[in-house]
């Protein structure tokens, strides 16, 4: 194991032993159930300045257009949430499953859309080959962990939704605009790891 995987699965563990943070909710979530499961990966690169690989989605997708997002999707029937993330995370980027330290599973978020994602944190090798699908992905990048994990770089923001106010975080890197499902999945994660001490 890794010094950057030995160091998550600490912040991981303590961070879930306590109790549980103020976590961030999707807004918008007008959806009652029931909720389709879904599963991401928090892919960490294993680097002395660790990132996390992120995902545009294609102009053409008819859910999100063009938003930045981790690699992920719905789940297929009796899939646990940890394959579900490793095997979407393959489709998408050509990552091999074996290659993933996996650290463990994170506070579920359910969307408007009627989604409970289970966000699954794990360390990928810096120099792991990337071979984004077209279908799925438009580009990928990896955003600085030190960055986009600091509190104070996740803006609050507000917006009119169906008649009412809607807060949700937006983090802003290099012209990437991470905001919504992803973003509130990112601040949750970062209440949890204490990344920063």
Known sequence: ?????????????????????????????????PFK???VLIAF??????????????????????????????????????EAALREAQEELGIDPALVQVIGATDLYLTGTGYAVTPVVGVVPADIAITPNPHEVA?????????????ARQLRREVEWQGAMQHYTEI???????WGVTAGIVRNLSRRLNWHG
């Open 1 to 33: 194991m890794s010094a950057l995987a030995r160091r998550l699965e600490q912040l991981f563990a303590d961070g879930h032993a306590g109790p549980t943070p103020v976590l961030e909710r999707d807004g918008r979530r007008r959806h009652e159930g």
């Open 37 to 39: 499961p879904a599963a």
């Open 45 to 82: 690169t294993d680097r002395p300045d660790p990132g996390l690989l992120l995902i545009h989605r294609p102009a053409s997708m008819r859910a999100h257009p063009g938003q930045v997002a981790f690699p992920g999707g719905r789940q297929d029937e009796g899939e646990p949430p940890v």
């Open 139 to 151: 580009s990928w990048f990896e955003a600085p962990a030190d960055y986009v994990l600091d509190p």
């Open 172 to 178: 802003l890197w290099q012209g990437h605009r991470i």
